[in-house]
């Protein structure tokens, strides 16, 4: 999912870019927490309470030091049970649902609420029957500071993509008879309400494009689930004209794809430096771990490292391939050591006397030198350890392989020599390359020609499942599926915004 946008939108006349997960930043702690600033100053410090999706998307976008900045002393989880601090106003920011309210009135009904003033922000829209259950609460309603939708219900994961976070999206949609399941219909609907939750954030009205179903004998319930997902989205947008500033007419495009556009993508190897990381290293989501000399002098110690994009350098090589990447590094690591002032000092092995001026120079540089330095050695140790994954597991070759199987250009011969010559390749790779090659060649796999192939790879039932699956996405045919040359993969110079899904 990407996303390209000025703060103010299309519409608006402020053209400056902002970083996606900056705009969420900045909505969250300005115009949801900055917002509960008065001149008071007993009510300078603040609770917080959210829920465990509301938490999530703080979190995602903020950091506790960036949430104390704006005077929260302290955050609360909603279901724990809390101490009262009657003296103290609180937030909420929480999803606008049956039981997050009725734990909202029972904080701040009675005669002894837990808080003095309750500052309440839903993350999507909330049901006019909620909102009147609140109302008819007469010793609430004067404790109530804020009630607002602040519409943020996503998950930015860096600059410029965010998710919707339903691991269980796949098998509640897609599965066998998923229709009949009354999860069917609450998953498209949190899908689609969250989404939607993205382009009230950015104030943008999207034209809503879709593939649509094709009238066929043999379509399923699966096919509409496109175009039910852009209608529930399309719905959902449509009621957010009532927000001040918020367009009334289209200003972007959102396309809804599936995954049929491209099966292969998830399963071949990536060789963008970003991919390799996630693919090759042993990573918890962005944390990287490192050893660090112990300063008393001991064994190394471990220092985690967030690979996010307050890393320029990261920033900058993410997206290159590999190859790419390591030969910047190599580039950048010479050129720092022979301009920067401090790096020179450290190469210097004369002995001879340094000027005033000089030694004034280098000390101005050493903190710069220190914090630059250790990004490029940490991204050098990070790429020398791909490169050395590269090579002891033979991507290489796999890789082109894996190529070569997609555009048609390699077929059994190839796959069956690669699985003889590596016999004691990594059991994954031998799967995704199987993956790939049964989704190409589905009539491959008919018959015992796919189950010997799998034996020679030496694949576990299950594993031999999770190919005789992918074939059967693929569907079965009597010709390889080889791009169409007439197909051009360049876009119109239209500046018009497009949200990929």
Same mark, same amino acid.
């Given at each position: 999912?990407?996303?390209?946008?000025?703060?103010?939108?299309?519409?608006?006349?402020?053209?400056?870019?902002?970083?996606?997960?900056?705009?969420?930043?900045?909505?969250?702690?300005?115009?949801?927490?900055?917002?509960?600033?008065?001149?008071?100053?007993?009510?300078?410090?603040?609770?917080?309470?959210?829920?465990?999706?509301?938490?999530?998307?703080?979190?995602?976008?903020?950091?506790?030091?960036?949430?104390?900045?704006?005077?929260?002393?302290?955050?609360?989880?909603?279901?724990?049970?809390?101490?009262?601090?009657?003296?103290?106003?609180?937030?909420?920011?929480?999803?606008?649902?049956?039981?997050?309210?009725?734990?909202?009135?029972?904080?701040?009904?009675?005669?002894?609420?837990?808080?003095?003033?309750?500052?309440?922000? %839903?993350?999507? &829209?909330? @049901?006019?029957? $909620?909102?009147?259950?609140?109302?008819?609460? #007469? +010793?609430?309603?004067?404790? /109530?500071?804020?009630?607002?939708?602040?519409?943020?219900?996503?998950?930015?994961?860096?600059?410029?993509?965010?998710?919707?976070?339903?691991?269980?999206?796949?098998?509640?949609?897609?599965?066998?008879?998923?229709?009949?399941?009354?999860?069917?219909?609450?998953?498209?609907?949190?899908?689609?309400?969250?989404?939607?939750?993205?382009?009230?954030?950015?104030?943008?009205?999207?034209?809503?494009?879709?593939?649509?179903?094709?009238?066929?004998?043999?379509?399923? %319930?699966?096919? &509409?689930? @496109?175009?039910? $997902?852009?209608?529930?989205?399309?719905?959902? #947008? +449509?009621?957010?004209?009532? /927000?001040?500033?918020?367009?009334?007419?289209?200003?972007?495009?959102?396309?809804?794809?599936?995954?049929?556009?491209?099966?292969?993508?998830?399963?071949?190897?990536?060789?963008?430096?970003?991919?390799?990381?996630?693919?090759?290293?042993?990573?918890?989501?962005?944390?990287?771990?490192?050893?660090?000399?112990?300063?008393?002098?001991?064994?190394?110690?471990?220092?985690?490292?967030?690979?996010?994009?307050?890393?320029?350098?990261?920033?900058?090589?993410?997206?290159?391939?590999?190859?790419?990447?390591?030969?910047?590094?190599?580039?950048?690591?010479?050129?720092?050591?022979?301009?920067?002032?401090?790096?020179?000092?450290?190469?210097?092995?004369?002995?001879?006397?340094?000027?005033?001026?000089?030694?004034?120079?280098?000390?101005?540089?050493?903190?710069?030198?220190?914090?630059?330095?250790?990004?490029?050695?940490?991204?050098?140790?990070?790429?020398?350890?791909?490169?050395?994954?590269?090579?002891?597991?033979?991507?290489?070759?796999?890789?082109?392989?894996?190529?070569?199987?997609?555009?048609?250009?390699?077929?059994?011969?190839?796959?069956?020599?690669?699985?003889?010559?590596?016999?004691?390749?990594?059991?994954?790779?031998?799967?995704?390359?199987?993956?790939?090659?049964?989704?190409?060649?589905?009539?491959?796999?008919?018959?015992?020609?796919?189950?010997?192939?799998?034996?020679?790879?030496?694949?576990?039932?299950?594993?031999?499942?999770?190919?005789?699956?992918?074939?059967?996405?693929?569907?079965?045919?009597?010709?390889?599926?080889?791009?169409?040359?007439?197909?051009?993969?360049?876009?119109?110079?239209?500046?018009?915004?497009?949200?990929?899904?």
């Amino acid at each position: 999912m990407s996303f390209s946008d000025s703060e103010s939108g299309s519409h608006g006349g402020n053209k400056e870019y902002k970083f996606f997960r900056d705009f969420t930043r900045d909505r969250l702690l300005h115009e949801m927490l900055g917002s509960t600033k008065t001149d008071d100053p007993r009510s300078a410090w603040k609770v917080l309470i959210m829920d465990k999706v509301t938490v999530k998307v703080m979190s995602h976008s903020c950091k506790m030091s960036d949430i104390t900045d704006q005077g929260i002393s302290l955050v609360e989880d909603l279901f724990r049970r809390r101490e009262p601090l009657p003296s103290m106003d609180a937030i909420y920011f929480i999803q606008p649902s049956k039981e997050n309210i009725v734990m909202f009135l029972s904080d701040m009904s009675g005669r002894e609420p837990l808080y003095n003033k309750a500052y309440v922000f %839903f993350s999507s &829209s909330a @049901p006019k029957q $909620l909102i009147n259950h609140i109302k008819s609460d #007469v +010793s609430v309603l004067p404790r /109530i500071g804020a009630f607002r939708e602040m519409n943020l219900e996503y998950f930015p994961i860096d600059s410029q993509a965010f998710m919707t976070d339903q691991d269980g999206a796949l098998r509640e949609l897609y599965g066998v008879e998923a229709d009949k399941s009354r999860r069917f219909e609450a998953s498209l609907t949190l899908m689609a309400t969250r989404l939607a939750t993205v382009f009230a954030s950015l104030k943008e009205f999207p034209f809503v494009r879709y593939r649509a179903a094709k009238p066929s004998e043999e379509s399923t %319930f699966r096919d &509409s689930i @496109p175009s039910k $997902l852009a209608a529930g989205v399309w719905h959902m #947008v +449509s009621q957010y004209k009532s /927000i001040p500033n918020f367009p009334q007419r289209e200003t972007c495009e959102l396309l809804i794809l599936d995954r049929n556009v491209d099966h292969i993508a998830p399963v071949i190897h990536e060789w963008t430096y970003d991919a390799m990381c996630h693919d090759l290293l042993e990573m918890d989501g962005n944390k990287y771990v490192i050893e660090v000399p112990s300063k008393s002098g001991g064994p190394p110690q471990e220092k985690e490292v967030l690979l996010e994009d307050n890393d320029p350098v990261w920033l900058e090589l993410r997206h290159v391939h590999i190859a790419d990447a390591s030969e910047r590094l190599y580039e950048k690591m010479t050129t720092f050591a022979s301009k920067n002032k401090a790096a020179q000092m450290q190469q210097h092995k004369d002995g001879g006397e340094i000027s005033t001026r000089e030694l004034q120079k280098i000390v101005q540089a050493l903190p710069k030198y220190n914090e630059i330095m250790e990004k490029l050695q940490l991204h050098v140790e990070i790429a020398g350890k791909i490169n050395l994954q590269i090579r002891d597991m033979g991507l290489r070759d796999l890789g082109q392989l894996e190529q070569d199987l997609v555009f048609g250009d390699a077929g059994a011969k190839e796959v069956i020599s690669y699985l003889r010559t590596n016999k004691e390749d990594d059991p994954e790779n031998k799967l995704r390359m199987l993956m790939i090659y049964a989704f190409v060649y589905p009539e491959k796999f008919e018959g015992d020609k796919g189950t010997k192939l799998m034996q020679l790879a030496k694949l576990s039932e299950k594993e031999m499942q999770v190919v005789k699956n992918m074939q059967m996405l693929a569907g079965s045919s009597a010709a390889p599926k080889k791009p169409k040359n007439n197909f051009s993969l360049k876009f119109d110079n239209a500046k018009v915004r497009t949200y990929l899904i």
